[in-house]
């Protein structure tokens, strides 16, 4: 197939074919006709959800090799188009050095962990400018969320199941960290050991503020929760995509603002 995705509004051999491989499978996309309209759409977006693919209707990488009809499953990737002036747009009151000096690790990071296509990219950098504006990691601070008015420092944090927290002092080793603001002993003994090479983040918590860990560590986070985040983004529920992230919707505003001026900066790359 010479084609890595097809949409809507194609036509040609290519989308004969991947009709013709529809039907094999099950997914009737209608008369054979090489002209991929709405029966197209929906037998494709029946398969996406029967193989646990993003339901999007168009047959990017992921869906042509699950039909066998690609030999990769890498996805478009935005990376060439996410300059410094771009991300300067999308934080703009963020110093430009900052930006120079950390875009790097963070774009290596998702190339690494492949979640670089645009979707990914712009959920990577709306996080950063929603948890760490000036674009570097940064260490929680103390507040009435997590500090009650005569404990000490994350005392509200200690005892928090939910973050796998067993008392004392975990609240205050294990706080937000990062560009992810990476919080609670369960996360940190979850991600640590999937880094290459691991690091023993129960032992150094503080690893994860470093630069190029804490770039990891975004793109590690959000390769985990990659189907369900392009999900929330596909119904347009920039909430949902945010609180999978952050557990709340903090920090939502600067997330969406940074997301539509990416959105309007880098090219489309489609398909999944």
Partial sequence: MQN???????????????????????????????????????????????????????????????????????????????????????????????????????????????????????????????????????????????TSPSGHPFDLYDNRRDLGNQGAPDGAQFKGRGYIQLTGRSNYATFGPKLSPPVDLIANPELAGDPAIAANLLALFLADKELAIKNALLAGNMASARELVNGGTNGLDRFEDAYQRGAALIPDSFGS
């Fill in 4 to 146: 890595d995705v097809l949409k809507q509004g194609d036509s040609g051999d290519d989308v004969k074919t991947l009709q013709q491989c529809l039907a094999r499978h099950g997914f009737n996309p209608g008369e054979i006709d090489g002209m991929y309209g709405q029966a197209t759409v929906a037998a494709v977006i029946a398969f996406q959800k029967s193989e646990g693919l993003l339901p999007d209707g168009v047959a990017g990488p992921r869906t042509l090799l699950a039909l066998g009809l690609a030999d990769s499953n890498d996805l478009p990737s935005a990376i060439p188009a996410v300059t410094v002036q771009v991300v300067s747009q999308m934080f703009p009151v963020t110093p430009i050095g900052n930006i120079k000096a950390n875009l790097p690790s963070v774009l290596s990071a998702l190339v690494t962990n492949n979640v670089a296509d645009k979707s990914m990219v712009l959920m990577a950098l709306s996080t950063v400018r929603a948890e760490a504006e000036c674009f570097e990691p940064i260490s929680e601070g103390q507040s009435r969320f997590n």
